[in-house]
């Protein structure tokens, strides 16, 4: 296959743009809604659906992708070493994307995390 019209990327990352409302940082990369929000769980954001990605847009060098809100007023609320975010959908307990953040950073319960705006991307077929 050599070809994807925008609108079959654009679906998939709209899950991702309507449905998460919470991203959290966590300890290691979780693999389940549970991992992500409890598990390995240090912190939170929580969003209304919808305003925590934007719509999707063009990706560099092909594809497309969303664009995460910026982070200043995270909440965390356990204490450790957070390696990896998590997006998830609470309202139906699904983990919708994980990945390592670009530093690994001591966190301690109570205090605020900030984390910058991030991209999740889908490439155009070869």
Known sequence: M???????LDLGLNV???????????SAEPATYTAATSTNALGNK???????????AARS????KVTSAAITDGSVTGSGTATHWAVVDSANSRLLAAY?????????????FTL???????????
């Open 2 to 8: 050599s070809y994807l019209n925008d609108r079959v």
């Open 16 to 26: 991702i743009d309507t449905e998460a409302d919470k991203i959290f940082i966590c």
């Open 46 to 56: 929580t969003f209304s659906a919808g305003a925590a990605f934007g719509s999707p």
């Open 61 to 64: 060098p092909s594809g497309r």
């Open 100 to 112: 390592s953040l670009s530093a690994s950073q001591p966190v301690t319960s109570g205090n605020p």
């Open 116 to 126: 910058p705006a991030y991209d999740i991307g889908i490439p155009a077929p070869a």
